[in-house]
């Protein structure tokens, strides 16, 4: 699959536009509000490892500020998510889940939910959702941030904001696969799937600088 053909394509330079299509309701905001305070802060406190990490946060502390409902799926298309990359024990292998949307072998990772306490925590319910993996310990700093464009049966989503975090499994569990992916497994680093997203290298790079 070539870059162009791919449903996630990153986005760099000017930041897209990312007007509301329509009028999100009224208790909304409220609904996230504890997300949009968290979000801030755990952006604020991050120290990014370069300056393209740097210039990226600044962005995204700029979307949180430019509209607050951008932790929010209902929110503008172009939105905040969470997503991390399961290591085994020995940091040798990577959980994976080939995802039936994108058609791509990536991270877990998905939108945020009012009942999430947290941005991490979102991460927590989506490697559990999607893997069926609860002992996993997930290291609470920033990995990585990436914003990509997506392209295909993703309904009103047309960007995503993405907070990346690193995760590592005492044992190289059996996984579950649930209804948003084709298939999950694990996979060596030195032998990834074929289909796997273009930036996985870069976050399996970040992820093991906090490894």
Same mark, same amino acid.
């Given at each position: 699959?070539?870059?162009?053909?791919?449903?996630?394509?990153?986005?760099?330079?000017?930041?897209?536009?990312?007007?509301?299509?329509?009028? $999100?309701?009224?208790w909304l905001e409220a609904a996230y509000a504890h997300l949009v305070s968290d979000a801030n802060a755990l952006l604020g406190?991050?120290?990014? $490892?370069?300056?393209?990490?740097?210039?990226?946060?600044?962005?995204?502390?700029?979307?949180?500020?430019?509209?607050?409902?951008?932790?929010?799926?209902?929110?503008?298309?172009?939105?905040?998510?969470?997503?991390?990359?399961?290591?085994?024990?020995n940091h040798t292998h990577v959980l994976l889940t080939h995802h039936r949307k994108a058609r791509l072998w990536l991270q877990?990772?998905?939108?945020?939910? $009012?009942?999430?306490?947290?941005?991490?925590?979102?991460?927590?319910?989506?490697?559990?959702?999607?893997?069926?993996?609860?002992?996993?310990?997930?290291?609470?700093?920033?990995?990585?941030?990436?914003?990509?464009?997506?392209?295909?049966?993703?309904?009103?989503?047309?960007?995503?904001?993405?907070?990346?975090?690193a995760a590592v499994t005492a044992t190289r569990a059996e996984p579950t696969v649930s209804e948003e992916s084709l298939d999950?497994?694990?996979?060596?680093?030195?032998?990834? $799937?074929?289909?796997?997203?273009?930036?996985?290298?870069?976050?399996?790079?970040?992820?093991?600088?906090?490894?």
């Amino acid at each position: 699959m070539t870059p162009s053909d791919s449903p996630l394509q990153r986005e760099r330079g000017t930041r897209p536009d990312l007007a509301a299509a329509d009028t $999100p309701p009224a208790w909304l905001e409220a609904a996230y509000a504890h997300l949009v305070s968290d979000a801030n802060a755990l952006l604020g406190s991050w120290a990014p $490892p370069s300056p393209e990490q740097a210039s990226l946060r600044d962005e995204y502390l700029q979307l949180l500020a430019d509209d607050p409902l951008a932790v929010a799926k209902a929110g503008p298309p172009g939105h905040l998510t969470a997503s991390a990359l399961v290591f085994d024990a020995n940091h040798t292998h990577v959980l994976l889940t080939h995802h039936r949307k994108a058609r791509l072998w990536l991270q877990f990772g998905g939108h945020l939910e $009012p009942s999430d306490p947290t941005v991490l925590a979102a991460a927590i319910r989506e490697i559990r959702e999607e893997s069926g993996l609860t002992q996993v310990a997930v290291i609470p700093e920033i990995a990585q941030l990436d914003r990509h464009r997506l392209v295909g049966d993703f309904g009103r989503c047309r960007y995503h904001w993405d907070v990346r975090f690193a995760a590592v499994t005492a044992t190289r569990a059996e996984p579950t696969v649930s209804e948003e992916s084709l298939d999950v497994a694990w996979w060596p680093l030195d032998g990834l $799937p074929a289909t796997v997203a273009d930036e996985l290298g870069d976050l399996i790079t970040a992820s093991r600088r906090l490894l």
